[in-house]
């Protein structure tokens, strides 16, 4: 079965940077997106960005755009969000969630579907 397994997560300052990993199983192909969301406190949850496994087309939401990147290795075992120059408003639990229906990255991020699998989340906490 589809399992997602995210880490990283952490204590940092603002302005500082922290590398969130998702390890992703299960899949029988690379035909598949992984997306990461976040939710604060009291906030509904928001789509970050997105990575296509076949061939790394990418999308970024606007408002993290410019300081986070997301990425994936070689073996499209594990994908990476990489987060710069954080703010206090980045504060969140991050998921990361995949799914294989065919939709574009863009679609999931900016809410018009769902993704269909999710991990346990891993807690970001941007403070003095």
């Known amino acids: 079965q589809v399992q997602l397994v995210e880490s990283g997560g952490g204590l940092v300052q603002p302005g500082g940077s922290l590398n969130l990993s998702c390890e992703v199983s299960?899949?029988?192909?690379?035909?598949?997106?992984i997306g990461w969301f976040r939710q604060a406190p009291g906030k509904e949850r928001e789509g970050v960005s997105c990575?296509?496994?076949?061939?790394?087309?990418?999308y970024v939401k606007e408002s993290v755009k410019g300081r986070f990147t997301i990425s994936r290795d070689s073996a499209k075992k594990t994908v990476h969000l990489q987060m710069n120059n954080l703010k206090l408003e980045d504060t969140a639990v991050y998921y990361c969630?995949?799914?294989?229906?065919?939709?574009?990255?863009?679609?999931?991020?900016?809410?018009?579907?769902?993704?269909?699998?999710w991990g346990k989340g891993t807690l970001v906490t941007v403070s003095s």
């Open positions: 299960g899949f029988s192909s690379d035909y598949y997106r």
């Open positions: 990575i296509f496994m076949h061939d790394r087309v990418a």
């Open positions: 969630a995949a799914d294989a229906v065919g939709y574009v990255c863009a679609d999931y991020i900016e809410g018009y579907y769902d993704m269909d699998y």
